[in-house]
């Protein structure tokens, strides 16, 4: 631990998540292995003094704007993709635990029985403890991502860095599987990214950063110690700022 401490650039980091990154080979719900994997990635950031929290999203379980698509309410609709977070929250605490963590899982909305309230006085105390605190329920609101719950959380929490984790390693001009041409980005600016329409985050959610300083590293969770580099301040993926230059 001490080893890396001493080059740890960012002590609180909130790692956005996404449900589909834990369908692995599974065409529905969590892939057992992806998740042990994902788990002992987070471990190793533990490990070097790391405090960690973690937004997960539910597009592995239920899409709350495909449904509205089909006619359903858009309120009742996010309102399931909601749990859909939480059934995921409760599996990533679950697999932090058996790799030798202590995780919390907090929800936006009451559901007692099965997890706490978010309190981000709370939240901040489990993050001080060493506890990983996996956030639940996005925004607890409807018509938000999870993607803005992260930029929102992440500034609560008094973040150093909010880490979007994807199986792309940084943003590209272009979507690199379909467009071969396509060049990655090393370092950005948010004004950047939305004039570009630079499909990151969505909008809501890149104004947030934005607008409080928030830098944000996209990378490659799929990579072994990509969260460990991105941590010690290595450069990994794109790093989004309001002091970016364009590549």
Do not use: W
Request: glycine share 8%.
């Amino acid at each position: 631990m001490d080893k890396k401490a001493r080059g740890l650039k960012y002590k609180r980091v909130l790692l956005k998540l996404s449900g589909e990154a834990l369908l692995g080979q599974e065409s529905y719900g969590v892939d057992p292995k992806v998740i042990t994997r994902v788990s002992d990635e987070i471990a190793a950031l533990a490990e070097i003094g790391v405090e960690i929290a973690i937004v997960v999203g539910g597009g592995n379980i239920f899409r709350g704007a495909g449904l509205a698509a089909g006619g359903v309410d858009r309120v009742t609709a996010d309102q399931m993709g909601m749990l859909a977070t939480v059934i995921n929250a409760l599996a990533l605490q679950d697999s932090l635990e058996r790799a030798g963590l202590s995780a919390r899982v907090m929800s936006a909305i009451k559901i007692n029985e099965v997890c706490e309230d978010y309190i981000r006085r709370r939240a901040v105390r489990h993050l001080e403890k060493g506890r990983v605190v996996v956030l639940a329920a996005g925004t607890g609101n409807p018509f938000f991502t999870t993607d803005s719950a992260a930029s929102l959380r992440a500034i609560e929490i008094d973040a150093d860095l909010l880490i979007k984790a994807t199986k792309v390693d940084g943003i590209y001009t272009s979507d690199p599987k379909i467009d071969h041409s396509a060049s990655k980005y090393s370092v950005l600016d948010y004004d950047d990214v939305l004039d570009r329409k630079l499909n990151v985050m969505d909008a809501t959610a890149i104004v947030l950063c934005r607008e409080n300083d928030m830098p944000l590293r996209v990378v490659d969770m799929t990579v072994k110690g990509t969260l460990v580099s991105a941590s010690l301040g290595e450069e990994v993926g794109t790093l989004v700022t309001n002091e970016g230059h364009n590549d």
